[in-house]
């Protein structure tokens, strides 16, 4: 039923809508005005809306340039901090390779010294 009701209110605001509309239109037709002045009664209303129209245009142009440099600074910083975070993790696994080399050294060297130990021992 709240289905039902719903599709009626929609019916019945589009009506009022559309009626409101005709009603207009009707009101600038049937003025007790001459030809003249109704056209120019129309021409002004062209003229304010199409102002209208092109101040909403520039600031929704400003709001887009806005948001579009908001998005590249985000990203320029995002790229910055990556790059820092890359460049600490090169410096870790860098010294990470050398403490590597490190003790395989130690580790070659004490196996040369116990080879030689063993065969002294021998």
Same mark, same amino acid.
């Given at each position: 039923?709240? *289905?039902?009701?719903?599709?009626?209110?929609?019916?019945?605001?589009?009506?009022?809508?559309?009626?409101?509309?005709?009603?207009?239109?009707?009101?600038?037709?049937?003025?007790?005005?001459?030809?003249?002045?109704?056209?120019?009664? /129309?021409?002004?209303?062209?003229?304010?809306?199409?102002?209208?129209?092109?101040?909403?245009?520039?600031?929704?142009?400003?709001?887009?340039?806005? #948001?579009?440099?908001? /998005? *590249?600074?985000?990203?320029?910083?995002?790229?910055?901090?990556?790059?820092? #975070?890359?460049?600490?993790?090169?410096?870790?696994?860098?010294?990470? #390779?050398?403490?590597? *080399?490190?003790?395989?050294?130690? #580790?070659?060297?004490?196996?040369?010294?116990?080879?030689?130990?063993?065969?002294?021992?021998?």
């Amino acid at each position: 039923m709240s *289905k039902h009701n719903g599709g009626e209110f929609g019916a019945f605001l589009s009506g009022f809508l559309m009626g409101g509309l005709a009603g207009a239109a009707a009101a600038l037709l049937l003025a007790p005005q001459s030809g003249e002045e109704t056209r120019e009664q /129309i021409r002004q209303q062209t003229d304010t809306l199409r102002q209208q129209a092109e101040e909403t245009l520039a600031e929704a142009r400003a709001k887009a340039d806005a #948001v579009a440099a908001d /998005i *590249k600074r985000r990203a320029e910083e995002a790229q910055r901090r990556s790059q820092a #975070v890359l460049e600490e993790a090169q410096g870790q696994m860098e010294k990470a #390779v050398e403490e590597t *080399k490190k003790a395989a050294q130690e #580790v070659e060297e004490l196996e040369v010294e116990e080879a030689s130990e063993a065969e002294a021992a021998a």
